[in-house]
Nanobody, 123 residues
Framework: QLQASGGGLVQAGGSLRLSCAPS????????MGWFRQAPGKERDFVVG?????????YARSVKGRFTISRDNVKENTVYLQMNNLKPEDTAVYYC?????????????????WGQGTLVTVSS
């Protein structure tokens, strides 16, 4: 199971940090990803991180504003720091776990999903 949290309402230009804590014992083995789904739109890839945390891949729309990280030792959690938020970032954000190597952008390549957390950015 994946538990995502940290969403909320923020003004444009503000920041939020999302967290996702899988219950997997071998958390450090798996690729983790964040996706988002705006109202009436498809779920899109935002960013992914390798099991070790050394490799990341960002969607062009968030690169330079969002930062993914993970704590494989103490917290067993993946984080998404979102800065300089824009109204177009408004969406439900989902964390996802992939049991295989490789950061992929296709949501069908992820095996487990969290319940989603809503991020609303006001203009």
């Amino acid at each position: 199971q994946l538990q995502a949290s940290g969403g909320g309402l923020v003004q444009a230009g503000g920041s939020l940090r999302l967290s996702c804590a899988p219950s997997e014992r071998t958390f450090s083995t798996y690729v983790m990803g964040w996706f988002r789904q705006a109202p009436g739109k498809e779920r899109d890839f935002v960013v992914g991180i390798s099991g070790s945390g050394r490799n990341t891949y960002y969607a062009r729309s968030v690169k330079g504003r969002f930062t993914i990280s993970r704590d494989n030792v103490k917290e067993n959690t993946v984080y998404l720091q979102m800065n300089n938020l824009k109204p177009e970032d408004t969406a439900v954000y989902y964390c996802a776990l992939r049991r295989r190597m490789g950061i992929l952008t296709d949501l069908d390549q992820y095996d487990y999903w969290g319940q989603g957390t809503l991020v609303t950015v006001s203009s």
